[in-house]
C-alpha cells in the first residue's frame, strides 16, 4: 500500500507540477533561427554537475537530518525541536536551499533553451530528471524524515523558515518560472 500511495503521489505530483508546465513552456516558447549551439554541450555537463550536487547534498540533508531526529528526546509536544547537531543540519538546510534553487533556476533556463534549439525531448528530458529528484526529495522529507514534526529553537527563525521551504519551495517553484514567463510573453507581444 505504502509503494501505491507514493506510485499515485508521484503521478500527480509530476504530471501537475512537470509535465503540464514543460509542455506549456514548450508552446510558449518560439523555435529560433540558430538550430545549433556550441555552448549545449558544455550546458549539459554543467546541468549533470548541478544534478549530481544536488544528490549529495539531499544525501547529507537526509543524513544531518536522520542523526538530529535520533537524538531527540520523546516528548508530548506536537513540535519536536532539533537539540543536537544543529549547526551541521542548519549548514545543510542552508546548502540544499541554495543548491534546490539554482537546480531549478538551471533546469528552466536549459529547458527554454532546448525548446528555442528545436531539441524539445532534450527540454523534456531536463524537466523529467529535475522533477523525478525534486518529487523524490519531497516525499522523503515529508513521510521519511517526517521534518514538518520538527523545528529548530525559536531563535533560529530564519533557518526554520529555510527548512520549510526547501522541501516545499521545490515542488513549486519551475511551474512558477513557466507561469512567470507566459505572463511576460504577453507584455512581449505588446
Same mark, same amino acid.
Given at each position: 500500500? $505504502?509503494? /501505491?500511495?507514493?506510485?499515485? /503521489? /508521484?503521478?500527480?505530483n509530476f504530471s501537475l507540477w512537470y509535465i503540464i508546465p514543460s509542455l *506549456?513552456?514548450?508552446?510558449?516558447?518560439?523555435? *529560433? &533561427? %540558430?538550430?545549433?549551439?556550441? %555552448?549545449?554541450?558544455?550546458?549539459?555537463?554543467?546541468?549533470?554537475?548541478?544534478?549530481?550536487?544536488?544528490?549529495?547534498?539531499?544525501?547529507?540533508?537526509?543524513?544531518?537530518? !536522520?542523526?538530529?531526529?535520533?537524538?531527540?528526546? @520523546?516528548?508530548?509536544? !506536537?513540535?519536536?525541536?532539533?537539540? @543536537?547537531?544543529t549547526t551541521n543540519t542548519s549548514l545543510m538546510v542552508v546548502l540544499f536551499?541554495?543548491? !534546490?534553487?539554482?537546480?531549478? +533556476?538551471?533546469?528552466?533556463?536549459?529547458? %527554454?533553451?532546448? /525548446?528555442?534549439?528545436?531539441?524539445?525531448?532534450? *527540454?523534456y528530458i531536463f524537466c523529467s530528471l529535475t522533477g523525478f529528484f525534486n518529487?523524490?526529495?519531497?516525499?522523503? !522529507?515529508?513521510?521519511?524524515?517526517? +521534518?514538518?514534526?520538527? @523545528?529548530? @529553537?525559536?531563535? &533560529? $527563525?530564519?533557518?526554520?523558515?529555510?527548512?520549510?521551504?526547501?522541501?516545499?519551495?521545490?515542488?513549486?517553484?519551475?511551474?512558477?518560472?513557466?507561469?512567470?514567463?507566459?505572463?511576460?510573453?504577453?507584455?512581449?507581444?505588446?
Amino acid at each position: 500500500m $505504502y509503494y /501505491f500511495a507514493f506510485a499515485i /503521489f /508521484f503521478a500527480l505530483n509530476f504530471s501537475l507540477w512537470y509535465i503540464i508546465p514543460s509542455l *506549456g513552456l514548450k508552446y510558449i516558447t518560439k523555435v *529560433g &533561427r %540558430k538550430r545549433k549551439d556550441k %555552448k549545449l554541450n558544455t550546458e549539459i555537463a554543467a546541468y549533470a554537475i548541478v544534478t549530481v550536487l544536488y544528490v549529495v547534498i539531499y544525501i547529507m540533508f537526509y543524513r544531518y537530518f !536522520s542523526i538530529a531526529i535520533n537524538d531527540i528526546e @520523546s516528548t508530548s509536544n !506536537s513540535v519536536k525541536y532539533f537539540v @543536537s547537531e544543529t549547526t551541521n543540519t542548519s549548514l545543510m538546510v542552508v546548502l540544499f536551499f541554495i543548491v !534546490s534553487i539554482l537546480y531549478d +533556476l538551471y533546469t528552466f533556463y536549459l529547458a %527554454k533553451k532546448t /525548446f528555442r534549439l528545436n531539441k524539445p525531448n532534450l *527540454g523534456y528530458i531536463f524537466c523529467s530528471l529535475t522533477g523525478f529528484f525534486n518529487i523524490l526529495t519531497y516525499w522523503f !522529507s515529508n513521510t521519511i524524515l517526517k +521534518l514538518n514534526m520538527y @523545528s529548530f @529553537s525559536a531563535s &533560529r $527563525y530564519i533557518i526554520n523558515s529555510l527548512m520549510k521551504a526547501d522541501y516545499e519551495i521545490l515542488l513549486f517553484l519551475f511551474p512558477a518560472l513557466v507561469f512567470i514567463n507566459f505572463a511576460l510573453s504577453f507584455i512581449e507581444e505588446k
